[in-house]
Antibody, heavy 121, light 106 residues
Framework: QVQLVQSGAEVKKPGASVKVSCKAS????????MHWLRQAPGQGLEWMGRINPNSGGTNYAQNFQGRVTMTRDTSISTAYMELTRLTSDDTVVYYC??????????????WGQGTLVTVSS | DIQMTQSPSSLSASVGDRVTITCRAS??????LNWYQQKPGKAPKLLIY???NLQSGVPSRFSGSGSGTDFTLTINSLQPEDFATYFC????????FGQGTKVEVK
């Protein structure tokens, strides 16, 4: 069965960086784009960007350009999201999600369990 | 950016009720609209994709309709496990989510 397992909660100082991992299993890792999203408590979801695990190609949301880097290691079916120059506004839950596209509609059919990143001095 | 507006932001319902949640896009998005359910402390779960297609394994009491700018998620005969928050998401352009609708116990 498809599973996405993310790394554990992190506590970081303002200005630091965080790297969250997402290990995929149960499907061909290189066959599906992996997206990263985040969610503040009680809020909606915000799309951060995506990576093509096959080519390593990335697309980032404008809000995170210059601050986010998405990578992957195909040998261990794992995607990574690194966010730099953290502020208190980055204290949210981060999710990885596998994407499918049907008739031009992109949707997220499997999600990681989420990783809480807390930014505090 | 395309803005997604859900209504209501919350509603109270009883088991067995029919519940309707709407999602409006700020411009036409054809049928590129998905619905998710989220329970506290959990990741979202896909319910409906491309406006009206039921995701595998999702109970048939969930249905979606609409196209263009106006979309609806309907839950027929609300069950205890359906009390949750529901989000719409457009994929016509950069993925954007609605702010959510919380379905609470009446």
């Amino acid at each position: 069965q498809v599973q996405l397992v993310q790394s554990g909660a992190e506590v970081k100082k303002p200005g630091a960086s965080v790297k969250v991992s997402c290990k995929a299993s149960g499907y061909t890792f290189t066959g599906y784009y992996m997206h990263w999203l985040r969610q503040a408590p009680g809020q909606g979801l915000e799309w951060m960007g995506r990576i093509n695990p096959n080519s390593g190609g990335t697309n980032y949301a404008q809000n995170f350009q210059g601050r986010v880097t998405m990578t992957r290691d195909t040998s261990i079916s794992t995607a990574y999201m690194e966010l730099t120059r953290l502020t208190s506004d980055d204290t949210v839950v981060y999710y990885c999600a596998r994407a499918l596209s049907v008739s031009g509609t992109l949707y997220f059919d499997y999600w990681g369990q989420g990783t809480l990143v807390t930014v505090s001095s | 950016d395309i803005q997604m507006t859900q209504s209501p932001s919350s509603l109270s319902a009883s088991v067995g009720d029919r519940v309707t949640i709407t999602c409006r896009a700020s411009q036409s998005i054809s049928s590129h609209l998905n619905w998710y359910q989220q329970k506290p402390g959990k990741a979202p779960k896909l319910l409906i994709y491309a406006a009206s297609n039921l995701q595998s394994g999702v109970p048939s009491r969930f249905s979606g309709s609409g196209s263009g700018t106006d979309f609806t998620l309907t839950i027929n005969s609300l069950q205890p496990e359906d009390f949750a928050t529901y989000f719409c998401q457009q994929s016509y352009s950069t993925p954007q989510f609605g702010q959510g609708t919380k379905v609470e116990v009446k």
